[in-house]
């Protein structure tokens, strides 16, 4: 046998470099469901079963056209429950030339990776990922040199390079790279938000989800109702779902939250994106597409297109531009234990228990929601950096440690001193109210800062203000804060302070 060539669960495309130049004749894939991948971290039972079931529907298609492949199903008793022990089997069984595969998303399996062609004794080719637009070499010459990293400029970059959304002379569509000034609407419930995509179970899918109940009883989260697509033909059906319904408003109410909607016009495509089931830079040609044709506006597509090609590709050069050390980065120098209610949606903060029930039930929550209900709360209650960001790679469908990790310790927890946010984006419960309805619900009084019933986000907010004052008081763009921080009347202050630490000391009850 010439090739034996390992498909990750991630890596679910046939455009992936690992099949390059493959040949059925010669070749022979392998695929494995095993228990190291399955349980590194506590996986949300429906991440399992889209992967699981992803993977079976891949394998079969794989198989359709003329591929062999050896696939092990996932058992607790399996022999080789790690991906090195099964393609230690497998060499055993085939004895290939060599073992070809695509570089992996996660510090902890490459560094496994690097020394499989030893422990294996056998040659392995590991090929460069190239469904990202920057590879990890282009990324670190664009960061040579300079002081300061900001997405804008990279993004700007990417958008040179593809062409998407750019003018014939090389000027971006409509004059400005950027319209997010136009993204902050509050949304009251019009239009009406679509809902997601939803995908009925077939058999394949019914049997992962038992399987997944019966082997992963502790893991987070529910696998009722599960709809996601797990085959290319039903990831294409929620791309066109997203563009013809949601698009149009993605811009407007990016920034929105609502106590009656889980989803609102957001694309809900990253759990497809990331595993392979659509094609990052496609899916953004399919946005400009309907721009082109009068079916979006500008700001949406502009915004979209800026998360894709901008966010997800700048988060993951910064990842593997400073891995291994990033993730040990705690720069607030926090030392809090995560609360148990992240795990439990059990709190009287409204927003915090809609939007952690929200990802319990869906492996979803939407940006907003990440950021400045579960992320800002983290960071204004100095949480440490490593709990919370395990808890963010544990609960989403979408998360994998390239991506989940700089979002979390960078942009939410600005624990890196500040790559993905030149300050931190932390903010009052007024930040809450302003952009949804939660506070309506809620048993706290956002107008309060002290009391009983007072926001907690409001005391908890001046405290990180005041107790950063070293790290963030020099920082221009915190400047206004301060000055009206250090405007309060001393009594109003000690207030504010005193019930800061009362909420610090009773965050579990909180
Ligand atoms: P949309 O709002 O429709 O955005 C479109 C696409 O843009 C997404 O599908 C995604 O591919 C991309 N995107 C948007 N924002 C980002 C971003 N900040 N970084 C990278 N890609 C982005 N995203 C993940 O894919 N996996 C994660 O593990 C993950 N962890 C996060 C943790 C925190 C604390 C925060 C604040 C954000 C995280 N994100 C993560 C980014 C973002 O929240 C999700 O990509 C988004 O919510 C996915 O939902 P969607 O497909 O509906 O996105
Ligand atoms: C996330 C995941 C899970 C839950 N299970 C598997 C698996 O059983 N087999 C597999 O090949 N991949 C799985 N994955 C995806 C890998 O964890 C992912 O490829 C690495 O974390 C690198 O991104
Ligand atoms: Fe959240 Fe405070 Fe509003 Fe309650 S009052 S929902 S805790 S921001």
Known sequence: MRHLILILGDQLTTGISALADADPAQDRIVMAEVHNEASYTNHHRKKLVLLFSAMRHFAAALEDVGWTVDYQRYHPDNPNQSLEAVLDRTIRENAPERVVVTECGEWRLHEQMMGWADRLSCPVDIREDTRFLASKSEFAAWAKDRKQLRMEFFYREMRRKTGLLMTDDGQPEGGQWNFDADNRR?????????????????????????????????????????????????????????????????????????????????????????????????????????YHDGMAPLNAVEGFVRQIIGWREFVRGIYWLHMPAYAEENRLGNTRALPWFYWTGDTDMHCMHRAIDATRRNGYAHHIQRLMVTGNFALLAGVTPAEICD?????????????????????????????????????????????????????????????????????????????????????????????????????????????GEYLLSQLETL
């Not at 149009?248 to 809900?268: I, K, N, R, T």
């Not at 009391?451 to 206004?480: I, K, T």
Request: aromatic share 14%; hydrophobic share 35%; net charge negative.
């Open 391 to 499: 808890w963010y790679l544990a609960v989403y469908a979408d998360a994998y440690d390239w991506v989940e990790l700089p979002n979390t310790l960078g942009m939410v927890m600005h624990a890196d001193g500040g790559y993905l946010g030149s300050k931190p984006y932390a903010a009052s419960g007024k930040y809450i109210q302003r952009m949804s309805d939660y506070c309506k619900h809620c048993r706290y009084d956002v107008k309060q800062s002290f009391g009983e019933n007072a926001c907690p986000f409001n005391a908890l907010y001046w405290h990180f203000v005041d107790r950063h004052r070293d790290q963030f008081g020099s920082n221009h763009r915190m400047g206004m804060i301060y000055r009206n921080w250090d405007r309060q009347p001393t009594e109003r202050r000690d207030a504010i302070i005193a019930r």
């Open 186 to 290: 509050k949304w009251k419930g019009a239009p009406p938000a679509p809902g997601p995509f939803r995908v009925t179970p077939d058999a394949m899918t019914r049997d992962v989800i038992e399987s997944v109940n019966e082997f992963f009883p502790d893991h987070f989260g529910t696998t009722d109702d599960f709809h996601f697509a797990v085959t290319h033909q039903d990831a294409q059906g929620a791309l066109e779902h997203f563009l013809d319904f949601a698009l149009p408003c993605f811009g407007d109410y990016q920034d929105a939250m609502s106590d009656d909607e889980d989803w609102l016009f957001h694309s809900v495509l990253s759990p497809y994106i990331n595993c392979g089931l659509l094609d990052p830079l496609a899916v953004c040609q399919a946005a400009v597409d309907r």
